[in-house]
Protein backbone atom coordinates (compact mmCIF):
# COMPACT_ATOMS: atom_id res chain seq x y z
CA UNK A 1 0.00 0.00 0.00
CA UNK A 2 0.81 3.45 -0.57
CA UNK A 3 1.11 6.50 1.95
CA UNK A 4 1.28 10.11 1.20
CA UNK A 5 2.51 12.39 4.03
CA UNK A 6 2.68 15.96 4.12
CA UNK A 7 3.83 17.76 7.05
CA UNK A 8 2.61 21.21 7.10
CA UNK A 9 -1.08 21.50 8.12
CA UNK A 10 -1.51 25.24 7.75
CA UNK A 11 0.86 28.09 6.01
CA UNK A 12 0.21 31.70 5.45
CA UNK A 13 2.81 33.88 3.02
CA UNK A 14 2.17 37.22 1.86
CA UNK A 15 1.32 38.42 -1.41
CA UNK A 16 3.75 37.87 -4.40
CA UNK A 17 5.54 35.85 -2.33
CA UNK A 18 7.25 32.20 -2.84
CA UNK A 19 5.69 29.39 -1.40
CA UNK A 20 6.90 25.48 -1.20
CA UNK A 21 4.48 22.76 0.56
CA UNK A 22 6.11 19.70 1.20
CA UNK A 23 4.97 16.48 0.21
CA UNK A 24 6.77 12.63 1.02
CA UNK A 25 5.36 9.53 0.08
CA UNK A 26 5.81 5.82 0.03
CA UNK A 27 5.34 3.23 -2.27
CA UNK A 28 7.49 0.04 -3.13
CA UNK A 29 6.24 0.81 -6.86
CA UNK A 30 8.75 1.75 -9.78
CA UNK A 31 6.49 3.13 -12.36
CA UNK A 32 3.50 5.72 -10.85
CA UNK A 33 2.38 9.67 -10.97
CA UNK A 34 2.58 12.00 -8.39
CA UNK A 35 -0.60 15.04 -8.46
CA UNK A 36 -0.83 17.85 -6.77
CA UNK A 37 -4.81 19.37 -6.36
CA UNK A 38 -6.26 22.50 -4.92
CA UNK A 39 -9.52 22.55 -3.08
CA UNK A 40 -11.18 25.74 -2.63
CA UNK A 41 -13.59 26.01 -0.32
CA UNK A 42 -16.06 25.14 -3.15
CA UNK A 43 -15.20 21.56 -2.34
CA UNK A 44 -14.13 20.99 -6.11
CA UNK A 45 -10.87 19.34 -6.49
CA UNK A 46 -8.53 20.87 -9.43
CA UNK A 47 -5.51 19.61 -10.81
CA UNK A 48 -2.47 21.67 -10.30
CA UNK A 49 0.14 19.74 -11.52
CA UNK A 50 1.34 16.25 -12.61
CA UNK A 51 4.72 14.17 -12.66
CA UNK A 52 5.27 11.02 -14.36
CA UNK A 53 8.22 8.77 -12.06
CA UNK A 54 9.92 7.75 -14.97
CA UNK A 55 10.54 11.68 -16.31
CA UNK A 56 13.57 13.16 -14.87
CA UNK A 57 12.41 16.60 -15.65
CA UNK A 58 10.70 18.55 -13.03
CA UNK A 59 6.96 19.53 -14.12
CA UNK A 60 6.21 23.07 -14.43
CA UNK A 61 2.71 25.12 -14.94
CA UNK A 62 2.85 28.62 -15.04
CA UNK A 63 3.51 29.95 -11.72
CA UNK A 64 3.70 26.39 -10.18
CA UNK A 65 6.69 24.11 -10.47
CA UNK A 66 7.74 20.71 -8.71
CA UNK A 67 10.85 19.20 -7.45
CA UNK A 68 10.83 15.76 -8.19
CA UNK A 69 13.00 13.34 -5.79
CA UNK A 70 12.75 9.70 -6.82
CA UNK A 71 15.07 8.40 -4.54
CA UNK A 72 13.87 10.82 -1.27
CA UNK A 73 10.18 9.97 -2.55
CA UNK A 74 9.86 13.80 -2.12
CA UNK A 75 7.45 15.74 -4.21
CA UNK A 76 7.13 19.51 -2.78
CA UNK A 77 5.26 22.13 -4.70
CA UNK A 78 6.39 25.61 -5.48
CA UNK A 79 4.03 28.32 -5.91
CA UNK A 80 5.64 31.68 -7.35
CA UNK A 81 4.39 34.88 -7.37
CA UNK A 82 1.71 33.79 -5.27
CA UNK A 83 -2.10 35.56 -5.38
CA UNK A 84 -5.01 35.84 -3.17
CA UNK A 85 -6.94 33.14 -5.68
CA UNK A 86 -3.80 30.55 -4.34
CA UNK A 87 -6.00 30.64 -0.76
CA UNK A 88 -7.02 26.95 -0.52
CA UNK A 89 -6.24 23.31 0.35
CA UNK A 90 -3.70 21.57 -1.17
CA UNK A 91 -3.25 17.84 -1.75
CA UNK A 92 -0.40 15.87 -2.58
CA UNK A 93 -1.82 12.64 -4.19
CA UNK A 94 -0.30 9.09 -5.74
CA UNK A 95 -1.37 7.18 -8.12
CA UNK A 96 0.57 3.35 -9.19
CA UNK A 97 0.40 3.26 -13.00
CA UNK A 98 -1.33 -0.13 -13.93
CA UNK A 99 -1.12 -2.33 -16.70
CA UNK A 100 -3.02 -4.21 -19.04
CA UNK A 101 -4.40 -7.21 -17.43
CA UNK A 102 -3.42 -6.08 -13.74
CA UNK A 103 -5.70 -4.25 -11.10
CA UNK A 104 -7.06 -0.79 -10.96
CA UNK A 105 -6.30 1.80 -8.51
CA UNK A 106 -7.24 5.22 -7.29
CA UNK A 107 -5.47 8.23 -6.33
CA UNK A 108 -3.58 7.89 -2.71
CA UNK A 109 -3.85 11.40 -0.96
CA UNK A 110 -2.36 12.88 1.88
CA UNK A 111 -3.82 14.99 4.74
CA UNK A 112 -3.50 18.33 2.66
CA UNK A 113 -2.13 21.77 3.59
CA UNK A 114 -4.07 24.66 4.30
CA UNK A 115 -2.74 27.66 2.28
CA UNK A 116 -3.56 30.82 3.12
CA UNK A 117 -1.92 34.19 1.15
CA UNK A 118 -1.93 37.47 3.12
CA UNK A 119 -3.00 40.43 1.22
CA UNK B 1 -22.18 18.45 -19.56
CA UNK B 2 -18.74 20.52 -19.37
CA UNK B 3 -17.56 19.27 -16.35
CA UNK B 4 -18.52 16.08 -13.82
CA UNK B 5 -21.77 16.85 -12.34
CA UNK B 6 -22.73 15.21 -8.14
CA UNK B 7 -26.18 15.37 -7.49
CA UNK B 8 -27.50 16.25 -4.51
CA UNK B 9 -25.21 19.19 -3.31
CA UNK B 10 -25.97 18.13 0.06
CA UNK B 11 -27.95 15.72 1.44
CA UNK B 12 -29.06 15.44 5.21
CA UNK B 13 -31.26 11.92 6.43
CA UNK B 14 -31.71 10.36 9.37
CA UNK B 15 -29.52 7.16 10.93
CA UNK B 16 -30.93 4.30 9.45
CA UNK B 17 -32.49 5.21 5.84
CA UNK B 18 -31.29 4.69 2.74
CA UNK B 19 -29.34 6.77 0.28
CA UNK B 20 -28.20 7.10 -3.12
CA UNK B 21 -25.95 9.97 -4.88
CA UNK B 22 -25.54 10.58 -8.33
CA UNK B 23 -22.42 11.13 -10.84
CA UNK B 24 -22.54 12.00 -14.24
CA UNK B 25 -18.81 11.75 -15.39
CA UNK B 26 -17.50 14.18 -18.42
CA UNK B 27 -18.51 12.32 -21.82
CA UNK B 28 -16.11 9.94 -23.24
CA UNK B 29 -14.54 9.42 -20.20
CA UNK B 30 -14.44 5.85 -19.25
CA UNK B 31 -12.80 5.73 -16.24
CA UNK B 32 -14.72 7.11 -13.24
CA UNK B 33 -13.66 7.35 -8.88
CA UNK B 34 -15.61 7.61 -6.30
CA UNK B 35 -13.89 8.80 -3.10
CA UNK B 36 -15.09 9.98 0.43
CA UNK B 37 -13.68 12.64 2.94
CA UNK B 38 -13.97 12.92 6.09
CA UNK B 39 -13.90 16.86 8.04
CA UNK B 40 -9.93 17.78 7.81
CA UNK B 41 -8.63 14.63 6.11
CA UNK B 42 -7.88 13.84 2.33
CA UNK B 43 -10.27 12.20 0.14
CA UNK B 44 -10.11 8.31 0.42
CA UNK B 45 -10.59 5.96 -2.55
CA UNK B 46 -13.98 3.92 -2.33
CA UNK B 47 -14.26 2.18 -5.85
CA UNK B 48 -12.85 2.95 -9.71
CA UNK B 49 -14.91 1.72 -12.66
CA UNK B 50 -13.83 1.26 -15.81
CA UNK B 51 -16.65 1.21 -18.42
CA UNK B 52 -19.46 -0.67 -16.62
CA UNK B 53 -17.49 -2.50 -14.64
CA UNK B 54 -16.39 -2.40 -11.12
CA UNK B 55 -12.16 -2.75 -11.46
CA UNK B 56 -11.22 -2.17 -7.76
CA UNK B 57 -13.91 -2.00 -4.97
CA UNK B 58 -11.38 -2.32 -2.33
CA UNK B 59 -11.77 1.06 -0.83
CA UNK B 60 -15.51 0.52 0.08
CA UNK B 61 -15.89 0.27 3.78
CA UNK B 62 -17.88 -2.45 3.88
CA UNK B 63 -21.29 -4.51 2.56
CA UNK B 64 -23.64 -1.13 3.43
CA UNK B 65 -22.22 0.74 0.41
CA UNK B 66 -22.67 -0.61 -3.27
CA UNK B 67 -21.79 1.61 -6.49
CA UNK B 68 -23.56 0.90 -9.99
CA UNK B 69 -22.84 2.49 -13.49
CA UNK B 70 -25.10 0.31 -15.95
CA UNK B 71 -24.00 2.20 -19.11
CA UNK B 72 -20.92 3.28 -18.81
CA UNK B 73 -21.19 6.60 -17.69
CA UNK B 74 -23.71 7.67 -14.82
CA UNK B 75 -22.80 6.34 -11.50
CA UNK B 76 -24.99 6.00 -8.62
CA UNK B 77 -23.55 5.11 -5.06
CA UNK B 78 -25.79 3.86 -2.99
CA UNK B 79 -25.61 3.95 1.32
CA UNK B 80 -28.27 1.21 3.28
CA UNK B 81 -28.43 1.84 6.76
CA UNK B 82 -27.02 5.05 6.86
CA UNK B 83 -24.66 5.48 10.17
CA UNK B 84 -23.76 8.98 11.71
CA UNK B 85 -20.06 8.11 10.98
CA UNK B 86 -20.88 7.60 6.94
CA UNK B 87 -21.72 11.73 7.33
CA UNK B 88 -18.66 12.97 4.79
CA UNK B 89 -18.05 14.78 1.30
CA UNK B 90 -18.55 11.89 -1.50
CA UNK B 91 -16.55 12.81 -4.72
CA UNK B 92 -16.97 11.51 -7.83
CA UNK B 93 -14.27 11.82 -10.41
CA UNK B 94 -13.57 11.10 -14.26
CA UNK B 95 -10.85 10.52 -16.46
CA UNK B 96 -10.75 9.54 -20.48
CA UNK B 97 -8.36 6.46 -19.03
CA UNK B 98 -7.21 4.84 -15.71
CA UNK B 99 -3.75 7.41 -14.93
CA UNK B 100 -5.15 10.54 -17.06
CA UNK B 101 -5.50 13.31 -15.48
CA UNK B 102 -9.10 12.89 -13.01
CA UNK B 103 -11.58 15.82 -13.08
CA UNK B 104 -13.56 16.02 -10.08
CA UNK B 105 -17.38 17.35 -9.17
CA UNK B 106 -18.05 19.62 -6.32
CA UNK B 107 -18.84 16.42 -3.95
CA UNK B 108 -22.20 15.21 -2.07
CA UNK B 109 -22.27 16.44 1.21
CA UNK B 110 -23.93 13.60 3.40
CA UNK B 111 -24.93 14.32 7.00
CA UNK B 112 -26.57 11.73 8.57
CA UNK B 113 -28.29 13.04 11.83
Known amino acids: AQTVTQSQPEMSVQEAETVTLSCTYD???????LFWYKQPPSRQMILVIRQEAYKQQNATENRFSVNFQKAAKSFSLKISDSQLGDTAMYFCAFMKIMYSGGGADGLTFGKGTHLIIQP | GAGVSQTPSNKVTEKGKYVELRCDPI?????LYWYRQSLGQGPEFLIYFQGTGAADDSGLPNDRFFAVRPEGSVSTLKIQRTERGDSAVYLC???????????FGQGTRLTVV
Open chain 2, 27 to 31: SGHTA
Open chain 2, 93 to 103: ASSLWQGANAF
Open chain 1, 27 to 33: TSENNYY
